[in-house]
């Protein structure tokens, strides 16, 4: 019995794909960017956003090659206060001032990254004082 070359094409891209999802993930890492560009960003705005980047690697503390998740990843917020998180999709919107942890765990294999966020807010009006010199 002849196997034709187009099914073994399929064969060994599907035993790839398996590999890519088994393959050893030993770190991740979170970090979250700016909706309009793609600066690290650890501080936000009252009210404003900022989109998360989770990445797992091969090597231990974000070192190796990056892979993709291998399972679904969730977010939380230490302090929903603070920074609120969509926990499907990770991304952070800044409520109140102050500083909370989000934290992204992939469900499939147990790894856990943390990015700190800290939230301010913007100047609405400003002063000027004059003081006498001696």
Do not use: C, H
């Amino acid at each position: 019995m002849f196997v034709n070359n187009s099914a073994l094409v399929r064969i060994a891209v599907a035993v790839e794909d398996l590999v890519e999802i088994f393959r050893p993930r030993l770190s991740s890492t979170l970090t979250y960017l700016r909706r309009k560009g793609a600066d690290n960003l650890a501080t936000i705005l009252v009210g404003k956003t900022a989109s998360p980047v989770y990445q797992e690697w091969s090597g231990p503390n974000g070192t190796g090659d990056k892979l993709p998740p291998a399972g679904n990843v969730s977010y939380a917020s230490s302090d929903s206060t603070v920074v609120s998180v969509d926990p499907a999709s990770g991304a952070a919107t800044g409520v109140a001032l102050g500083s909370a942890q989000v934290t992204a765990a992939d469900a499939a294999n147990g790894l856990q990254a943390t990015a700190t966020i800290n939230v301010t807010e913007t100047a609405a009006s400003a002063t000027l004082d004059y003081t006498p010199n001696p």
